[in-house]
């Protein structure tokens, strides 16, 4: 027989793999020499790391020098960067290139409108 606290620590552990894997992230399609990601490296990036965007959808970086992203697409990757909203690797929305800071953040706002709502801390 398995000790109580052993089968109650198995449960949390079960219960935070489960959630890891639902939750959503924003893969950043990039290529090497990039103008436009490292501009976005340098205007977003440090922000988004430490906004309420980025808790609810950590950033994960895939090179398209290595070929498309492992995702479910709805269509291929051509240009860079392109930011896609996953969860559990489907695509849910994608923004297309970068301009400035305030298009990036308000397409954003829209995409993670299409996720459901955080949950509320109680």
């Known amino acids: 027989m ?4 052993i089968v109650r620590l198995m449960c ?3 219960m935070l793999t489960a959630g890891a894997l639902e939750a959503a992230e924003l893969v950043m399609v ?4 990039c103008a436009w990601c490292e501009r976005w ?9 430490q906004s309420e965007e980025g808790r609810r959808a950590p950033l ?6 290595r070929g498309q992203p492992a995702l479910q697409l709805k269509e291929p ?3 860079t960067p392109t ?10 929305g994608r923004i297309t290139g970068y301009l400035d800071n305030a298009m990036f953040w308000g397409l954003l706002g829209v995409l993670l409108g299409k996720l459901d ?6």
């Open 2 to 5: 398995i000790p109580r606290p």
């Open 12 to 14: 949390a552990l079960a």
């Open 30 to 33: 990039e290529r090497a020499g």
């Open 41 to 49: 490296e340098k205007d977003v990036a440090p922000a988004y790391m």
């Open 60 to 65: 994960r970086r895939v090179s398209l020098d």
């Open 77 to 79: 990757v051509r240009f």
């Open 83 to 92: 930011f896609i909203l996953v969860e559990q690797d489907r695509e849910i």
């Open 117 to 122: 709502p955080p949950a509320t801390k109680e």
